[in-house]
């Protein structure tokens, strides 16, 4: 595709509720990571793939964030039993990797626990 | 830890001056530093980077330097237009011991270009 691409845009969550963030990387690119953005902060690490394979999950939170990239390609975040402190935008970037670093960033996904 | 200081968090200028937004990082492993610009609600665009084997570098009114022995590295934008508002984040790798690295970011800088 053109870019990176991320879905839903906007998620709103009643506390409790379990979901599940996509991201679409750009064709070809090796390395996924997620990153969590909350308001006036820069982007926090969360985790990052090459390929299929989870090679640093050291930034999520806790045991309820659990991310998946089965194919190589498409990556999905999901949050279990969601809390307010959740709340932030959810930044999926990927990167051709092998020395090539340059890292283009999703629109993200804002979520909203309520 | 891994950590990236910046400052200022806000920077506001008058259009056509100059804006120097500075930053520090902590692991003296780090050799790649990529500056993003990120408009209100969209997401994060790369607009310049540097690798630690380089100096300075430039492209057009965008100029990045970095001073590994200080672990700083800073972003220099000339001749600002209204258009170069945004918040501005500085990046330093994390290696893997691989050939892909980590993105530390810094915490932002808001600049506000008054025309």
């Known amino acids: 595709g053109a870019g990176v691409s991320q879905s839903p845009r906007y998620k709103v969550a009643k506390r409790g509720q379990d979901v599940a963030l996509r991201c679409d990387p750009i064709?070809?690119?090796?390395?996924l990571f997620w990153y969590q953005q909350a308001l006036g902060q820069g982007p926090e690490f969360l985790t990052y793939?090459?390929?299929?394979?989870?090679?640093?999950k050291s930034g999520l939170p806790s045991d309820r964030f659990f991310a998946e990239r089965p194919e190589g390609s498409v990556s999905t975040l999901k949050i279990q039993r969601t809390q307010q402190e959740d709340s932030a935008v959810y930044l999926c970037?990927?990167?051709?990797?092998?020395?090539?670093?340059?890292?283009?960033f999703g629109s993200g996904t804002q979520l909203s626990v309520l | 830890g891994e950590n990236v200081e910046q400052h200022p968090s806000t920077l506001s200028v008058q259009e056509g001056d100059s804006a120097v937004i500075k930053c520090t990082y902590s692991?003296?492993?780090?050799?790649?530093f990529p500056w993003y610009k990120q408009e209100l609600g969209k997401r994060p665009q790369l607009i310049i980077d540097?690798?630690?084997?380089?100096g300075e570098k430039k492209d057009q009114r965008i100029a990045v330097t970095l001073n590994k022995t200080a672990k700083h590295f800073s972003l220099h934008i000339t001749e600002t237009q209204p258009e170069d508002s945004a918040v501005y984040f500085c990046a330093a790798s994390i290696g893997y011991g691989g050939a892909t690295n980590k993105l530390i970011f810094g915490t932002g800088t808001l600049l506000a270009v008054q025309p």
């Open positions: 540097i690798r630690s084997n380089v």
């Open positions: 793939f090459q390929n299929e394979a989870q090679l640093d």
């Open positions: 692991d003296s492993a780090s050799n790649y």
């Open positions: 064709s070809g690119h090796v390395s």
């Open positions: 970037a990927s990167s051709l990797g092998w020395g090539d670093e340059k890292l283009f």
